[in-house]
Nanobody, 125 residues
């Protein structure tokens, strides 16, 4: 099973930027889509963005569209989440996830087969 390790979280002020990284131990034959989710205190884990390894097709939650950008570096087996214009409501633990399934709704956390341990992002006002 693919192993995922996130990094890049931290404490920033509103309006700042952060880039999260997710290093995967393996890629193409074991995962089709990589996703980012987040869980704010007292909330459910929610979808943020996803990208396909092949073709780099992306999709975003409305709450982050235009501010966040997901990308991948196939040579490094790494997925990134560039977060700009951060808001206090973006404060959460951010998780990357990998899915081996084809043709599913990748906004659903249930279709992902592997998860990272999470990285904390805190945005102060």
């Amino acid at each position: 099973q693919v192993q995922l390790v996130e990094s890049g979280g931290g404490l920033v002020q509103a309006g700042d930027s952060l880039r999260l990284s997710c290093a995967a131990s393996e890629r193409t034959f074991s995962s089709i889509v990589m996703g980012w989710f987040r869980r704010a205190p007292g909330e459910e884990r929610e979808f943020v963005a996803r990208i396909t390894w092949s073709g780099g097709s992306t999709y975003y939650a409305d709450s982050v569209k235009g501010r966040f950008a997901i990308s991948r570096d196939s040579a490094k087996n790494t997925v990134y989440l560039q977060m700009n214009s951060l808001k206090p409501e973006d404060t959460a633990v951010y998780y990357c996830a990998a899915s081996r399934r084809v043709g599913y709704d990748y906004t659903s956390k249930g279709v992902y087969d592997a998860w990272g341990q999470g990285t904390q992002v805190t945005v102060s006002s």
